[in-house]
Structures are given as structure tokens and as C-alpha cells.
């Protein structure tokens, strides 16, 4: 265990032990909130060049099992915790975090004062920040080199993590839908939460074209999560108001839901430090209830909270809000069938209120069968 | 939507005494009520009997009544009061079982009031245990097999199917009352016959057995609109088998992944919908099994718990208060979160922080009582602490405890003693951990530990750090500042660092001083720093960033009581609540230290700011140098937390420290035996004889010089620990082998015991120049039953108006002589119209809620403005005292203890011996206040220990020192109507005055030729209502033992004094003639 530091871009640097993989990583720096989940985080892509600061102090309890990673690999730029944990405890764990962490060559950061870094970033706003262990540099140096890599604002970071080539993932039971989901970042559980429901899903490239989704005869479209800033995503946003024009029933969270909302014509913006946790309070203003949901979101979509707005695909409104910072949280299209929500109905980590999501798409493709039929 | 317009006036009903398995939480959460209530402009009515709570201050409600929380009561107080609503959830099970009673009554519908927080359905839907069972089944959860079960018959049949072990559970008693776990066939049938009594219902439920599974509870919160948030999850360290309320719990939960934590989510949302707690807040258990995550569900309480409070300052997300909030009308996502102002409280809690909350338990007092931990809960309090890692929560929590034996010790230990204690920690007891400590330092391994414990190996890992940093500390060489920082940072304490280099706390703490290692403050703020936190509820860490802001204002630093144990309770909170309270009226900022989850002072709206640390030394000295550095501190008060604050107050003064009031010479010169005799001889004042012994020798010669029997004790002690009343040579030496064993320190004290005087019991108010006497209360108990025990009368009823002027003298030249500023409280014995001073404690006692409330007189609040300068007279003159004279009663009051001895059994099951002494056992106390002394002590033995029969059966046992004295109530009772039976001695005793008893058989004496029975057979067949029977010394006979026991066990009133027995006549006299009045404490006090 030697040194370790964490490197702010305005300069501040925590001075901690190394952990798990060793040398130097970057990129922007973003707190969650989460007391469980650290796994379903590492591996969620929507955190590709991100480093997480985890603010529950111990991290790696339950160490790593088989069945709960989100994709094939850890996204995660850089882990930084308070207190790792050495043991394991769990009847499903296979191996330490530590060492899944040195497998896939992630490094990471412990014995920093966790909660003054939350408290410098919720202060400052989102920046850059680097992790440096088993190295010679001198803070000076450490600084200049973070900041030099570039903002998360203007980063196009799909690419990276979608997938090359389509695959299905098989309806449990009999199948009642066909449906494409386009890969922005997409976790496993959105498929299986789609797959429970008699969801046949296909996972596309983010780059599909409309044709190639077409052909596929999808009864819905789904939009995943995703990291990076949704402004640079064009082309991606031009396919979803083809497949709007089509009134094929969408379906878009997080990332996606940037999606459909530049594809509305509005405008995404990137928050202050953004909601990354699993306690998020958000209004459903059609029931008037309160979900609890897993956030993971740098950016969000400027859109009327209290009216409804029109769009050249007809009226819409804003379905779902931030009880914590009015944030828009869901969008929904009234005549034609498409709806978004800017969090996790398929938590994963997180809590199942919102999973009510999912049979609203089944239902949407539901009713635009019969009034094909 | 907002306020229920409807509601204009709300009944809170309160929990009633301290007992164990429901403590001062219920005051905090009713006190969050009636503050919520009254800012809505709601008219508020409060129930309660327990004098000690700042609910029942009279500030908190528009009409309070202290009485008998019995539904002919609370009936009397709706027709009286009208309120449109009953809000019973916040007063533990008391409460919940009230509204449930005045439901089944049918008052709630006759008066046209209805229960607002949970209704009767939802009650039952959760408590009952089939109906609950069908409710977990029908969301798709999973109980433990079990059977319920009314009968023996059917109990044995069950277990037929369930094999052992098989858990017991008795239907609605709280805190596990009569529960267990039975290993074979004779437990089975004693516990399970226990819990078929307790039970009112008289149902048991037998279950599988999954002890040493995962425990685990999680704080549910639903409004009406069916938002529902977890508001926090707790992790048992102690594995299933132990009562959650004996366990050291953990949190938020250490050991779940979140795909097996959203499970237990979802369950709980589940089950709160289907039982259908409308609003508020419930708290549901849950057994999951390490091996392959099987989820059972255990139980459910629909109410706030001792949980809720713990979860409420675990996580800063107040949940009483909230749930008065959403009883009312509003709904989660309508109420701010205080700490942020800016979020809703529809929410969950996240934590960057760990928690650790520890039992206190009370074993040393009940010597015989079986000290296994087991599903009954045993603690009688706990201390919570906060930390940035488990190893600093942890060692914390165990020093909050302020028990040596509860902090980690490196000692050498023997391969001998390693087996032992790996063979000892498979039975749960107060030190587990404490053992699993040492021998894990002794080289035992984590599965070792495992297999005997089931303690999770990721908790036995972290004491495994423990250790391996104390043989980091314990290395010889130089102790570099990075050991030291990480040491702290694992929690150790200076005293612990200490002890592994062969150094002292000073030492360590002065380098530690020298190389600015010192702690910095973090903030509880429910969201993990992700907003801004607006309320300074602090804890310490050896961390980089602190948070404590800077002041302008002057502070005053209040100590605080630290966990509840018998003999220091919730009665010393509320004096350190009142403290601040009447400091914060005064312009003051007040600063609040406490380690106490349960109490009003650690709610973080009591004070300007609130510190949740153990009370040490070294935790103590380190806020004030945090404070120091944030603003003006003008000193610290000691006087009102008890013992625990007092005993700091010299090493406190020696570190440089004001502290605030009576000075630490001027305790020590009341608290040290031989220079208190120099200040009552200075005063020309009588103590007993008395002498002062170091040895075995000395004591022998000083006991027989005064002549037997004569009270020893060690000196320095609160609640009468380990004090005794001798009558021989033999029971000396014996005493004081075991006496010097508790404190080494200190010598043994002996004094005259002074057998038929009349106790006395003072609190009053010095400020150097004025004496203001709070009140004068004569002990109903003859002395030698301790003071908390005993109860008392408020005014005195048999003193004469000389004698209440010689008190007065008294207590004045001993409240100059020892150079009180603040609050004293003086205990004189009269015998043959001698006064005599047995002792006097400068500090606020036990008794300053119970005058309070009896005279409208706020001391607490007077002391602390004393402390910080102002003069009786200024008092007077700003309405915080009367504008003349001494404290005034209205009505007569009478005070009873409550004492525990349902919950204690002997090792071989049988109950523990129920007899009062010298030595303090009771949890908590009752008031009555009523026009007649006969009223108020029905009302107080009414509200401690259930309804006095009004006529019936007495029996009458008494020792051959109480015969003549016994006659008169004897008399009494033949004159009310009863029917006497009693022991041949004391019948023939009773036959020669003139009185006709019945001869029954003694229990020695064993059933009869013609199948008569003996008086514990009669007891247990319901033929007696009420029992009589003065225990001879101390060392009780068996026969005496048997009666009392099955009166326990029965529930039959027993009354073990002569003075007792004579206040139990004129209490039934009265119950015979009326029925009980109410009357508001605000019309009393007007």
C-alpha cells in the first residue's frame, strides 16, 4: 500500500492509499450516493470516463459475485472509497472486489476523507479529476496532467460501449412482443425487466439505421441509458424522429430520454454535480405519487414542468419531476405513443418502485397492436 | 393534501413508566407529536403517568393529565376533553394496547372520536399473528414455520412437528416479553406456560427455529397517499436468538448486497400496504438465512418503536415527528426535510456514515437472574455512537457505555483461557464480544469465531483490524503520527492507546495534542453531503475536513446522561433538556454532548447544536476544543446528567475547563464522606454514626462500635449499587469481599442503619445566597428500601410544620456549607423526631421532573440559569420562580417506582426474588396526582402495576419485626371487606388482636391431607387478589421467595412493606367510595 492522491482540476488534491489496480486514470468526477450496489455501479457503462466517489465509507462487503454486473466489464474510470474491504461476506461472492478490480485493471483509491470531496463537488460543480498512485510526480505535475484531458461536456462516449453487433435477448415465457432497443450503454437488467414481460429484445448498435431497426418489425423502440453528453449524439437523435414519424410505441430512459427529448426539439443541459444515487424522490404528476428511483445523470432536458408543450409530433408534457431540484425527470408525447423517464426503472442497484414503467410499454405496444389490428 | 381540517384537537396517548422494552424513546417520539400538533394549532390533551418526560411538561400540551393510562381513564378524559382525534402510535405498546381497548369498549364511537395514525384492523392485522402470517404469504414473503397455540396440550403437540429448538412467542407484550427459545421439553413447558400469562390474549406462537440466521429490520414510512420510503435498514451483529433491542445492531446493513436488500424493500412496502398502516411508520424484522439468502419474515410492529428512534437519529429523518405529520393529513412529499430545507421528506435516507448502537444491561443488580441473551429483552438502555468506518462506530458505543469490562483490552491469554472463551461465547451474554475480541487476539480464527458465534466473519474481519492495529500500537519503538492518526482513526480511544505502550491517557493525549491529531466533526444530514445540511448534529471523526461553523453567540456545553441504566435514567435528561430549553429562552446557544438514542437531548431540535459522543474525558475535552475554536464557550454544565457528567467535572476543571455552577471541589466535598462530616459537624447537623473502612478488620469494629444492622457501601455510587443492609459479622465480611471487588479504589462506607425512621427527600435550589426548597417528599417505604425504589408523598403528609422548618434550616447550611450553585438534593431520616442527614448530592436528581410537575416549579430550568449567573431573586422577578417562597404543591402527589422483575428468571427458569432494598431496581416511575392521599396512591399503583383489587381475597405474611405494625392495616383491611388468609405465625399473631384469618398452608409446607392448598397453588388458581408479605432482612427464605415470584408471574398486586400495606388501605378505601378524577396539570397548576 503506498500513496495515493486525487487530483481536482482547481488544484485541491486528497491524499490517500492505493488500492486495487495502480498508476494514473481521469476523468470527471461524480459522486454516488448508493449504500449498496457497488458492483451494478462499476459495471453500469453510463460511468465510462467517469471516476466514482462512492460516500458509503465501506465498500467491497459483499465482495463480487456472478449474477449482478451490468454488463461484460467495469466502466468505471477510477473507484475511490473510504474503507475497502479485504473480506468477503456473501453466499454468492466469487472473489474480493479488490481483486476483480486488479483483474480488470481499475484503479482505485482508498482512506480519503470521502465526504469532503462529496462536499468540494456538490460545492464546485462537476470537474475533471485524476487518480495517481506508485508514482513520481509533484502536485504541480499531477494537476497539469488533469487538466489536460477533456471536459465531459462535448464528449460523444457511446461508441465506446455499445455493442458491435446485434443480439437477442430471449422473452421469458411466451412472446408477446418484438421490441428494438437501441445500445446506448445499456444495462443487462433493462432487457430482463423487458424479457419478464414477454418482451423479445433486440439489442442494436447505437448506430442502427432506421432500415436495419425496421426490419426487425419491432412493436416498440427502446432507448437506453448511456454516458457522455447528449448534445453530440445527431444522428442517433435523426433516427428516433424517423421512428417517431412511424408512431412506433418509444420507450427511452437516461441517456435515451436526452434522446427523445432533443428529438422533441428541446434542449439538454449538463447539472451542477448531478444525481447519481438510489433515493431520488420523484413526482409522477398524473398519479400524484412519490417513487423512490435510481438516478445516474449528468445532463438533463429543459422542458416546461407546469404546461404542456407542443411538438411538431403533437402535444406533450412533462410526466415526471425532481422532488429534490424540480429536475425534469419524464416526458410523454399525448398523441402519439412514445414516453421517457430520465432515471432507472430498472434500478439494478436501486429500488423496484418505477418498474410500473416497463408494463406501461408493453402496454403502449399493446394498444398500438389493436389499433393496427 | 394538506391538514385534516377536521382535526382541531388530538388525545395523545403517552407510554407510560420506564420499563424495560419501552423507555424514554416514547417520550422523545411523543414529545415530536405534540410539538408537530401545537405548531399546526391543534388543540393537544396528553396522557401520560410517567412524571419524568418533557411530554408531560405542561408547556407541550393544552391540557396534560398525569394519570393511569387505563381506558376508564382516557374515557373519563374524552367525554371531558372531546378531542375529534386519538393519535396511539407514538406511545409504544401501552398506547397502541389503550386504543385498542377503547375501541373494543366501544368509546371511540360513542364520543365520536376516531384513531388517527393506524387503525384497530391494521393493529390487528399486524400484531395478530395468523393474520399477519396470511399477510406475508399473500405478498409472497415467507414466515418461519410455526403454530399458535392457547393451551399446554397444544403446545406439545406442535413441537411434535417443529422439533427443537422452538422459539415462543407470546401475543402482544412488548419488547419479547415471555419469549424464548426452548432446547427440550421442561424449558418448553416454563416458558411456554409464562408466555400463555403474559400474553392477554393467552396465545403463544411456536416457531422453527432459525437462530443464528442474518437479522436484519428496516423503518417503513406510508402516508395516505400510499407514498412509502424505507427511512433506514439495521443490522443485528448478534445473530438471530438474541432480542434486537439485547443485539448490537449495525447501521445502515454491513453485509447485503443491494439485489438482496431491494428484496427486503420490497417486502416491507408490500407488507405495509397489505396490513394497511394507513400513515406513519412501522418497522418489520427479518431472519435471512447466510447460506442462501432465504428470506423469513419475522415480525412487524404498526406503531413507532425503540427502532424508530434509533433510526430516527441514525439517519437525522425524524420519524415521529413525521408521522404526527402525516396522521393529520399531510403527506411525505408535503413535509420538508429539516436538515436540508430544501428536500422533501418523500425519501430515503442514505448514510456516509456507520452506526453502532450497544445494550446496557442491568445484571449486577438482579444477582440471581439468568444473564443469557435470549428473545426476552434484558437491557435496560444503550448508547449509539458515530463513525466513519465500523471500528470507530464501535469502539466509541463501547465506551459510551462508561463500563470497563465493555472496552477492548489486549491482554495475555492462555491456550486455557482461549478455550474457555470460545466455549463461552456459544451462549450469548452481555461481554459476547468482548470475548470474541479476546480470543480472536489470543489467535483464534474467524471461522473458528464463526462457528461458535454465527457472527457474520465481515463483522469478526473488522475486529480481527482491531487487533492487528493494537499489536501495531503495541510495538516498542517510536509512535509516528500516521500510527497514531490511523489508530484514531480505528477508534482507539487515548486511554486504550495508553494502556498498549505502557503509558498514560495523559500522555498520549499530550502528544497526540502536540502533533495536532485531533478529530474533526462531521454532519449528520440524511443525504451523504449531496445537499447542504442546515442542523448542527455533529459526530467526531479523525478525518480531514471539519464542519463545525463558526459562532458569534456565547455557548454553554451541557453533558448529558449517556445510556439509561437503573439509577440513572430519563429523569437526568430531563433536567439537561430543561437546561437547555431555559438557556436557549435566554439568548444563550446551547451545545448538547450525549451517546443516548432513546432521549429528548439527543433530538437535534432541543439544542443549538447537538454532538452524538461518548462521555469521556477524552471525547468531552475535544468538542469543547471544537467549539472553542468555533466561538465564545462560557462553560460546561455538569450538575444535571447524573453521575456520569459529575464524575468528569474535576478531570474536566483540571484540563482548564469552567464549569458552570456547583464547582468540582464543592461536589467533592458533599460526594467524599469524611469531608461532608466536617461540613454537617461545622453546622451542627446529625448524620447516623458512621465510619469509614479500607479493610475487612475495620469495618467489623466500626460496624459493631455503632452497633448491627448497619448499611454498607462503597462510596461514589449511583442507585445504591452494591449497597446493603447487614445485621451480623458473617453478611459483613461477606459484603465486603464482594463490595471492594466494584471499585478497588474506594473504601467501604458504614453506617448506622436507622430501622423505623421516616426517609426525607429534598430538592432545592442555592445560588449562594438564596435557598429555594423545591419540595419536601416523605417516602412511603420505611427506610433502607433505596430512594428511587421507594415511593413518596409530595407534600410530606406526617411531618409537622417545626420539622419542615428545621429541613428548610438544613438543607440551606448544608447547601452554603458544601457551596452549591444550583441544584442539591438532600435525603434526611427522622427517627424519634431526631432529623439526621443521610446524604447529599449537589447535582439534579431523580426527583426534579416529579417536583416539577407537583409545583409547577421548573428547578432544571432555575439551575441552569443559576449556573450561568442569575440570583434566585432575578429569578423570581423574570416568572421562572414563584415571587416568594418555596415551591408549592397542588393536590397531593404520589411518585411510584416501576420495578422489572417480570423479566428476570433465575438460570433454573423460576422468577427472581421481588423484594426491595437498599439497593436501587427499579427502570422507572409513575405519578399520581389527586385532592386526597387515598386517590393518588390508587392512581400511582394503578399506573404502575394495574388495577388495585377493591375487594376479594388478601393474603398476609409479615415478618415477626412488622407483626405490630401490621395490625392496623390488617384491621383496615378486615373493616374494607376482605377476606384475610395468612401463614400460621402471622394468623395466630392477628388472631389475638381481634381478627378472624383463615390458616393457609406455607408452599415449604406442600399440599395438605385433604388436598388443602398451599397459598402459591391458590395463587396460581386466581383465588387471591392481593398479597402482603414483608421479607425478613435480607438472604430471603424460601417460602417468602415462592409467594413473591407467583405473584409476579400471576400479576397479583404484591406489596412488600408495612407502609406499603398501609397506603394500599386508604388507596382501596377510596376505590371503594368514588371513582378516580382527572384533572388537567395546567388546572392544577393554575
Known sequence: MTNAYLVFDDGRIFEGQSWAATGKTFGEAVFQTGMTGYQETLTDPSYRKQIVIMTAPHIGNTGVNKEDNESEKIWVAGFVVRNPSSLSSNWRSYQSLESELIEQEVIGIQGVDTRAITRHIRDRGAMRVGIFSDLNLSREEMVVEVRKIPAMAGSNLVEDVSTKKSYIVEPIGAKRFVIAALDLGIKKATPKALAERGVQVHVLPFNSTVEQILSIKPDGVFLSNGPGDPSTMGDVVETVRALLLEEIPIFGICFGHQILGRALGFETYKLAFGHRGINQPVMDKVSGKVEITAHNHGFAVQAPIDMEFSTVYGRGEVTHFCLNDGVVEGLALLERPAFSVQYHPEAAAGPHDAAYLFDRFVELMMKSKQVIA | ?1086
Open chain 2, 1 to 1086: 393534501m394538506p391538514l385534516d381540517p377536521s382535526i382541531k384537537s388530538v388525545l395523545v396517548i403517552g407510554s407510560g413508566p420506564i420499563v424495560i422494552g419501552q423507555a424514554c424513546e416514547f417520550d422523545y417520539s411523543g414529545t415530536q407529536a405534540c410539538r408537530v400538533l401545537r405548531a399546526e394549532g391543534i388543540r393537544v390533551i396528553l396522557i401520560n403517568s410517567n412524571p419524568a418526560t418533557i411530554m408531560t411538561d405542561p408547556e407541550f400540551a393544552d391540557a396534560t393529565f398525569i394519570e393511569p393510562i387505563t381506558p376508564e381513564i382516557i374515557e373519563k378524559i374524552i367525554v371531558q376533553e372531546k378531542p375529534d382525534a386519538v393519535l396511539a402510535t407514538l406511545g409504544g405498546q401501552t398506547a397502541l394496547n389503550a386504543a385498542i381497548a377503547l375501541f373494543e369498549r366501544g368509546t371511540l364511537s360513542k364520543y365520536g372520536t376516531r384513531l388517527i395514525g393506524a387503525d384497530v384492523e391494521a393493529i390487528h392485522r399486524g400484531e395478530n399473528r395468523e393474520l399477519f402470517r396470511e399477510i406475508v404469504e399473500k405478498v409472497g414473503g415467507e414466515s418461519a414455520k410455526s403454530r399458535i397455540c392457547h393451551t399446554m396440550e397444544q403446545i406439545i403437540a406442535a413441537v411434535a412437528e417443529l422439533n427443537y429448538p422452538v422459539v415462543v412467542r407470546p401475543s402482544f407484550t412488548m419488547g419479547g416479553l415471555g419469549s424464548g427459545i426452548a432446547f427440550d421439553e421442561p424449558e418448553l413447558r416454563q416458558i411456554a406456560g409464562a408466555g400463555l400469562r403474559h400474553s392477554p390474549t393467552s396465545e403463544v406462537l411456536l416457531e422453527e427455529s432459525i437462530i443464528g440466521w442474518k437479522e436484519y429490520e428496516l423503518e417503513v414510512m406510508r402516508d395516505h397517499k400510499d407514498n412509502v420510503v424505507i427511512v433506514c435498514s439495521i443490522e443485528n451483529l448478534d445473530p438471530m436468538g438474541v432480542h434486537t433491542g439485547d443485539s448490537i445492531t449495525v447501521a445502515p446493513a454491513m453485509t447485503l448486497t443491494d439485489l438482496e436488500y431491494q428484496k427486503l424493500r420490497d417486502l416491507s412496502i408490500e407488507i405495509i400496504r397489505e396490513v394497511g398502516v394507513e400513515t406513519g411508520g412501522c418497522n418489520i424484522q427479518y431472519a435471512v438465512n447466510p447460506a442462501n439468502g432465504r428470506i423469513i419474515v419475522i415480525e412487524m410492529n404498526p406503531r413507532v418503536s425503540r427502532s424508530s428512534a434509533l433510526a430516527s437519529k441514525a439517519t437525522g429523518f425524524p420519524i415521529a415527528k413525521i408521522a404526527t405529520k402525516l396522521a393529520i393529513g399531510y403527506t411525505l412529499d408535503e413535509i420538508q426535510n429539516d436538515i436540508t430545507k430544501v428536500t422533501p421528506a418523500s425519501f430515503e435516507p442514505t448514510l456516509d456514515y456507520v452506526v453502532v448502537k450497544v445494550p446496557r444491561f442491568a445484571f449486577e443488580k438482579f444477582a440471581d437472574a439468568d444473564p443469557r441473551l435470549t428473545t426476552t429483552m434484558k437491557s435496560v438502555g444503550e448508547a449509539m455512537a458515530i463513525g466513519r468506518s465500523f471500528s470507530e462506530a464501535l469502539m466509541k458505543a463501547l465506551r459510551s457505555l462508561e463500563r470497563k469490562e465493555a472496552i477492548f483490552s489486549w491482554p495475555a491469554v492462555s491456550n486455557v483461557e482461549l478455550k474457555d472463551l470460545i466455549s463461552a461465547m456459544k451462549t450469548p451474554t452481555e461481554y459476547r464480544l468482548q470475548q470474541v475480541q479476546k480470543a480472536m487476539w489470543a489467535g483464534a480464527t474467524i471461522e473458528e469465531i464463526h462457528a461458535a458465534t454465527k457472527i457474520d466473519p465481515w463483522y469478526l474481519h473488522q475486529i480481527k483490524l482491531i487487533n492487528e492495529q493494537a499489536r501495531l500500537i503495541a510495538q516498542p519503538g517510536e509512535f509516528t503520527e500516521r500510527l497514531l492518526r490511523k489508530a484514531k482513526n480505528d477508534g482507539f480511544s487515548d486511554a486504550q492507546i495508553g494502556s498498549l505502550r505502557n503509558t498514560s491517557e495523559e500522555e498520549i493525549r499530550s502528544l497526540r495534542h502536540r502533533l495536532s491529531v485531533r478529530p474533526v466533526y462531521k454532519t449528520v444530514d440524511t443525504c451523504a453531503a449531496e445537499f447542504e445540511a442546515f442542523t448542527p448534529y455533529f459526530y467526531s471523526s479523525y478525518e480531514e475536513e471539519n464542519e463545525v461553523g463558526l459562532r458569534t453567540n456565547p455557548a454553554v456545553i451541557i453533558l448529558g446522561s449517556g445510556p439509561n441504566r437503573i439509577g440513572q435514567g430519563i429523569e437526568f435528561d430531563y433536567s439537561c433538556v430543561h437546561a437547555s430549553f431555559a438557556l436557549r429562552d435566554a439568548g444563550y446557544d446551547t451545545i448538547m454532548i450525549n451517546c443516548n438514542p432513546e432521549t429528548v437531548s439527543t433530538d437535534y431540535d432541543t439544542s443549538s447544536r447537538l454532538y452524538f459522543e461518548p462521555l469521556t474525558l477524552e471525547d468531552v475535552l475535544e468538542v469543547i476544543h471544537a467549539e472553542t475554536q468555533a466561538g465564545p464557550v462560557l462553560g460546561v454544565i455538569t450538575q444535571l446528567g447524573g453521575q456520569t457528567p459529575l464524575g468528569l467535572a474535576a478531570a474536566l476543571k483540571a484540563n482548564g475547563v469552567t464549569i458552570l455552577g456547583t464547582s468540582p471541589e464543592a461536589i467533592n466535598l458533599a460526594e467524599e464522606r469524611g469531608a461532608f462530616g466536617k461540613v454537617l459537624q461545622e453546622q451542627s447537623l446529625k448524620a447516623p454514626q458512621f465510619g469509614m473502612a479500607s479493610t475487612q478488620l475495620e469495618a467489623q469494629s466500626i460496624a459493631q462500635n455503632i452497633g448491627y444492622p448497619v448499611l454498607v457501601r462503597p462510596s461514589f455510587v449511583l442507585g445504591g449499587r452494591g449497597m446493603e443492609i447487614v445485621y451480623d459479622d458473617d453478611s459483613l465480611a461477606g459484603f465486603i469481599t464482594r463490595a471492594t471487588q466494584i471499585t478497588p479504589d474506594h473504601p467501604v462506607l458504614v453506617d448506622r442503619f436507622l430501622d423505623n425512621a421516616i426517609e426525607i427527600d429534598v430538592d432545592a435550589l442555592y445560588d449562594g445566597n438564596e435557598l429555594f426548597l423545591g419540595g419536601i417528599m416523605e417516602h412511603i417505604e420505611e427506610a433502607g428500601v433505596h430512594s428511587g425504589d421507594s415511593a413518596c408523598v409530595l407534600p410530606s403528609l406526617t411531618i409537622t410544620s417545626d420539622q419542615r422548618k428545621e429541613i428548610r434550616v438544613a438543607t440551606e447550611k448544608i447547601a452554603s456549607g458544601v457551596g452549591v450553585r444550583g441544584l442539591i438534593n438532600i435525603q434526611f431520616a427522622i427517627e424519634h423526631k431526631v432529623l439526621y442527614v443521610l446524604e447529599a448530592n449537589p447535582r439534579a436528581s431523580r426527583t426534579v421532573p416529579f417536583v416539577s410537575k407537583a409545583t409547577g416549579v421548573a428547578l432544571a430550568k432555575a439551575a441552569a440559569m443559576i449556573s450561568v449567573g442569575k440570583s434566585i431573586s432575578q429569578l423570581r422577578s423574570l416568572g421562572m420562580l414563584p415571587t416568594k417562597g418555596d415551591g408549592e404543591t397542588h393536590g397531593i402527589s404520589v411518585k411510584e417506582a416501576v420495578l422489572p422483575w417480570n423479566r428476570f428468571r433465575r438460570t433454573d427458569g423460576r422468577g427472581v426474588d421481588a423484594v426491595l432494598g437498599p439497593e436501587m431496581r427499579s427502570t422507572g416511575e409513575v405519578m399520581g396526582i389527586a385532592p386526597t392521599f387515598g386517590e393518588s396512591y390508587a392512581k400511582s399503583q394503578i399506573a404502575s402495576f394495574g388495577p388495585l383489587p377493591k375487594s376479594g381475597t388478601v393474603f398476609i405474611s409479615l415478618a415477626d419485626k412488622d407483626k405490630a405494625s401490621g395490625i392496623e392495616p390488617s384491621k383496615g383491611f378486615a373493616a374494607l371487606g376482605f377476606r384475610i388468609l395468612a401463614t400460621d405465625g402471622t394468623a395466630q399473631y392477628l388472631r389475638t388482636r381481634g381478627l378472624t384469618p383463615t390458616t393457609v398452608r406455607k408452599n415449604s409446607e406442600g399440599t395438605g391431607p385433604l388436598g388443602e392448598k398451599t397459598i402459591v397453588e391458590m395463587m396460581n388458581n386466581g383465588e387471591i387478589d392481593l398479597v402482603i408479605n414483608t421479607p425478613v432482612g435480607r438472604g430471603t427464605r424460601e417460602d417468602g421467595w415462592a409467594i413473591r415470584t407467583a405473584a409476579i408471574q400471576r400479576s397479583i398486586p404484591c406489596i412488600t412493606t408495612i407502609a406499603g400495606f398501609s397506603a394500599a388501605v386508604q388507596g382501596i378505601r377510596f376505590l371503594q367510595g368514588s371513582t378516580l378524577s382527572i384533572k388537567s396539570l395546567q388546572k392544577w397548576l393554575a
